[in-house]
């Protein structure tokens, strides 16, 4: 299936970016929140990412700055802000859903969208560990859910997870596929599991740092150091956690610890910050400060 058009529901950074590189594509997109301040913020961080990509180009001399501002009035004109469902869904192909890691809300939005979108569109979720299935079974055509997990950030990683619910078609997961080569993008394919690939794979590595730190009593600021210094990673996992908002890191060790046991750590620390609403860069404090 082609996409003609697509929906970003839920716009936070990654929704935000998300819209970005699908508009990037050159694809018409949708970008919806329940509050226009969030959707002003989506769209901004998706304007932001287009000047930096195209501010690059022209450094370069890839590109005049008269190109760079044409492509990216273009660009940003393809992503259309709103806070209802309205008829801008009604022609949607694909939607991506990126809303709170909480499933109850999930599984809202999913039902919501069963009920707007048209009957051949997929729906897709970004989430990072939650059940594919579950969210499936908010909607009357669960064999066209399924997950479409990108990274951050998601205008500069390649790599996309494609999972596949209990009911899932083999055409949705053919789709959902091709749709990541359209926005050039690389997807990989697998099964519903605790973490997916990535996360379980990167969870099980940060798992071990998170306990010698807690051992050692190492500050935070060292630990990263040691990591970028060696090469190991291009930031530290603390400075990477504020970035991708310390609750969504949180929620993943924590779904992991349950499923698996001891060998995936939590950190108490974290779940102090989390808990005190210090979630990282999106609040200004994390285990850094970020001066928002």
Known sequence: ???????????????????????AAGIPVVLKDVDQKFVDQGLEKAREVTQGQLGRLVKKEKLTQEQADEQAQALLGRIHGTTDYGEQFGDVDFVVEAVPEKMEIKQAVFAELDAVTPGHAILASNTSSLSISEMGDATSRPEQVVGFHFFYPA?????????????????????????????????????????FVVNRILNSAVSEIWKVRDAEEVPVEEVDKIVTDAKAAPMGPFFLGDLLGLDTVLHVAEHLHESLGDRFYVMPKMKELVEAGNLGQKTGKGF?????
């Open 155 to 195: 205008s500069m990683m390649r790599l996309i997870e494609v999972i596949e619910g209990d009911e899932t078609s083999e055409d949705t997961m053919q789709s959902a596929a091709e749709f990541a080569q359209q926005i050039r993008k690389q997807a990989i394919r697998c099964a519903e599991a605790p973490g």
């Open 288 to 292: 850094y400060e970020h001066g928002n």
């Open 1 to 23: 299936m082609f996409v003609f058009k697509a929906a970003v529901v839920g716009a936070g950074t990654m929704g935000g970016e998300i819209a970005q590189v699908i508009a």
